[in-house]
């Protein structure tokens, strides 16, 4: 199957791209077939919400694409009040990946270190959500960052039953935590077997 991705986030469609290619699947950034686009601001109240009104916005101008959108964020259970649905607006004064790394690392000094990260991936066809699925990895944060196989978040979140970050895992280590993964599995399993 071919995806469209709705997102600017190069990293994000890199990452995307590698992890549907593992179940034979190619994805390719919606800019390929139309003009960039500007996307509706996203909300505060829950992730389902923000993903598939990015991919129903695409879908509207690529009616006969499977386009797909998600929307992510980090819950610190010692900061549930910060971060969450709302991680990428809460860390704008942390511009880069070292910054917002540190920054968290900070919020849970002498205290819990556990947390909660979620993926919701909204897939679109015809102007219509086909499937919302969802990845959630839990664990604790690292006391420092740690690893080069990736930057920001995945050198600091350690995943529950593990003693590696992500960024010390190869990507075949770390695939089964990421929750960009587990989505995008559930989401293959039904249009692959539950939607034919």
């Known amino acids: 199957m071919q995806f469209v991705i709705a997102s600017h986030n190069q990293d994000k469609i890199k990452e995307l791209q590698q992890i549907l ?10 800019t390929e077939l139309v003009e960039k686009k500007h996307f509706p601001s996203e909300g505060n109240r829950s992730y389902t919400e923000n993903a598939s009104r990015k991919a129903l916005f695409i879908s ?6 499977l386009v797909i959108a998600d929307d992510s964020g980090l ?10 649905v709302r991680t990428a607006r809460d860390l704008v ?3 880069t990946p070292r910054e917002y790394a540190q920054h968290i690392i900070e919020l849970v000094q002498g205290k819990d270190r556990s ?12 102007g219509k959500i086909l499937k ?24 600091i979140l350690i995943p529950g039953g593990s ?6 895992m190869t990507f075949d280590e770390s ?11 559930e989401l293959d399993r039904f249009l692959k077997e539950d939607h034919n």
């Open 21 to 30: 290619r593992v179940r034979k699947n190619d994805a390719i950034q919606y």
């Open 132 to 155: 919302v699925a969802r990845g959630i990895l839990e664990g604790e944060i690292a006391r420092t960052e740690r690893g080069t196989a990736g930057e920001g978040f995945s050198r």
């Open 60 to 65: 509207k101008f690529l009616p006969e694409q």
């Open 75 to 84: 819950t610190l259970t010692s900061q549930p009040e910060i971060l969450g």
């Open 163 to 168: 003693r590696k970050t992500l960024a010390q």
């Open 93 to 95: 004064a942390y511009p």
């Open 115 to 126: 947390f909660k990260m979620e993926t919701v991936l909204a897939c679109a066809y015809q």
């Open 175 to 185: 695939y089964p935590y990421l929750t960009r993964a587990r989505a995008a599995e």
